[in-house]
């Protein structure tokens, strides 16, 4: 068989009535599928790298019926045949309404919450109304680029804070520019040189300017957004080298629990600035002639990964 079979509702009830042989599984992960799932199912993840591994103990007899199916309404179940079909299992069935459609129907679901319908990514609400920085774990991954190379790196950050009140935040990090630092040179004599570089005039001017500051103006929610994307909007004004100028970028706000360390708030997101709008002007082709091998692009590419703690 090279395609799998498509089942409703009744013909899961048949297949668990009817097929001694036959595995019916669930394909969401272990937590879920303790919370509820449709009796008489086993459970393989097939978000695991070790899926088939799992099923392989689930179902050995690559002959016999295999039945799939997952929360309805998402590819689970259908990647999962795929698989398994792959693998060569010869019977791979698919429930595309999984859990959802079965409920739906008025069967019974079994585990610890089988009534309960939980969201499947629960839209962040920041749970406490005050956040400050952990310099440690934060930071921003920077790239540079010209013709012919690109050099990247790191600077870290020294402090900060977000408010949120009805959902909506502000706050402020401060990027601490002593901290810059190269990674695509390193072991390198170069790698001194382009530090020092970067340090000085013609860049940042640190030993003048040794912090970089974000404003943030504005934290707005994005309607709509999935798990995997962005979920607010950031208005706010960068100051570099003594001059502010106003930045904006859809950004990822996630609340994660560290078993260790308690509650976290990470900011995430990717920026572009155009560095001559805050004076950096060495090698920009808008502003000088015949550069040569000197010519740097204007835009600095930003990977920033900020993680706070409630104050």
């Not at 309404?97 to 319908?117: C, I, M, T, Y």
Request: charged share 20%.
């Amino acid at each position: 068989m090279s395609h799998p079979i498509m089942v409703t509702v009744d013909d899961v009830r048949d297949f668990l009535g009817e097929n001694a042989r036959g595995v019916l599984v669930d394909v969401l992960p272990s937590e879920q599928y303790d919370r509820h799932h449709i009796p008489g199912s086993a459970q393989a993840c097939v978000f695991e790298t070790a899926f088939l591994d799992h099923m392989s103990k689930v179902a050995p007899d690559r002959a016999a019926p295999v039945l799939v199916y997952g929360a309805g309404n998402s590819l689970d179940a259908a990647v999962a045949a795929a698989k398994l079909l792959g693998a060569g299992y010869r019977d791979v069935r698919v429930f595309a309404g999984g859990v959802d459609a079965w409920r739906a129907a008025g069967q019974a679901l079994e585990g610890s919450a089988p009534e309960k319908v939980d969201p499947a990514f629960p839209p962040l609400t920041p749970q406490f109304s005050r956040y400050s920085l952990l310099p440690g774990e934060s930071v921003i991954r920077w790239v540079g680029r010209n013709d012919n190379h690109s050099h990247w790196g790191t600077v870290g950050l020294s402090s900060g804070e977000l408010r949120f009140e009805s959902g909506r935040g502000a706050g402020f990090v401060t990027v601490d520019m002593n901290s810059l630092a190269n990674d695509d040179l390193a072991g390198s004599s170069w790698q001194d040189a382009l530090l020092r570089h970067l340090a000085s005039e013609d860049f940042f001017h640190v030993a003048r300017f040794p912090e970089a500051r974000l404003r943030l103006t504005e934290l707005t929610p994005l309607e709509d957004a999935s798990a995997g994307m962005p979920n607010y909007h950031l208005k706010g004004l960068a100051g570099i080298r003594g001059h502010e100028q106003p930045v904006e970028a859809d950004i990822s706000l996630r609340n994660v629990l560290d078993e260790k360390e308690g509650n976290r708030l990470i900011l995430a997101g990717q920026l572009n600035l155009d560095r001559t709008l805050w004076g950096v002007l060495y090698g920009s082709a808008r502003y000088f002639r015949y550069l040569g091998m000197h010519k740097v692009d204007d835009l600095i590419s930003l990977d920033a990964h900020v993680v706070f703690r409630p104050a």
